[in-house]
T-cell receptor, first 111, second 116 residues
Framework: NAGVTQTPKFQVLKTGQSMTLQCAQD?????MYWYRQDPGMGLRLIYY???????DKGEVPNGYNVSRLNKREFSLRLESAAPSQTSVYFC??????????FGSGTRLTVV | AQTVTQSQPEMSVQEAETVTLSCTYD???????LFWYKQPPSRQMILVIR??????QNATENRFSVNFQKAAKSFSLKISDSQLGDAAMYFC?????????????FGKGTKLTVNP
């Protein structure tokens, strides 16, 4: 099925470990986004990419890096995980006009 | 910067009744999109309804409708004939219309409980 695929769905990390969250979309969308969701905070934008080769910071970028590998893939990297990064992470993509499509999310726990 | 406020952290409704979820937003733009997303326990973000600011007619999708008051910057969601499957978190969101990469700005959400 067409859509946004995120991997992994669940992950537990120790403080200081690194990992990359993967996101791929097969809808030929230009724009892609990474959000984090915390209880009582809604979804907050971490980074986004307007097109292949470009990335920009969102509201809460500290502690994260991203790569727009090609039009399909947009990865999020935690270089040194901290307990404050325990959250649910969503990747989304969007064509030129409205219509965000979200992935199913990654629940990350940092202990 | 644009902000979205959902003043009701939790709401409850009896099955088959009607409930209205509130949302206000702040923007200096004249043209933009507004959205309501549903997030059930499965965690999936599901688009419920969207409204374009330049359209005066309120959007409707089956049992879901909005009351869009542009001057008041208000965008409430009405759910009619509530069903058990409507129980979820509901997020109001805003997006500028111009620009190829414009981001969704979300409110903090309203947890809706449907009582049988």
């Amino acid at each position: 099925n067409a859509g946004v695929t995120q991997t992994p769905k669940f992950q537990v990390l120790k403080t200081g470990q690194s990992m990359t969250l993967q996101c791929a979309q097969d809808m030929n969308h230009n724009s892609m986004y990474w959000y984090r969701q915390d209880p009582g905070m809604g979804l907050r934008l971490i980074y986004y990419s307007a097109s292949e080769g470009t990335t920009d910071k969102g509201e809460v970028p500290n502690g994260y890096n991203v790569s727009r590998l090609n039009k399909r893939e947009f990865s999020l990297r935690l270089e040194s995980a901290a307990p404050s990064q325990t959250s649910v992470y969503f990747c989304a993509s969007r064509p030129s006009i409205e219509g965000y499509t979200f992935g199913s999310g990654t629940r990350l726990t940092v202990v | 910067a644009q902000t979205v406020t959902q003043s009701q952290p939790e709401m409850s409704v009896q099955e088959a009744e009607t409930v209205t979820l509130s949302c206000t937003y702040d923007t200096s733009e004249s043209d933009y999109y507004l959205f309501w997303y549903k997030q059930p326990p499965s965690r999936q973000m599901i688009l419920v309804i969207r409204q374009e600011a330049y359209k005066q007619q309120n959007a409707t999708e089956n049992r879901f409708s909005v009351n869009f008051q542009k001057a008041a910057k208000s965008f409430s969601l009405k759910i009619s004939d509530s069903q058990l499957g409507d129980a979820a978190m509901y997020f109001c969101a805003y997006r500028r219309k111009q620009g190829g990469s414009e981001k969704l700005v979300f409110g903090k959400g309203t947890k809706l409980t449907v009582n049988p």
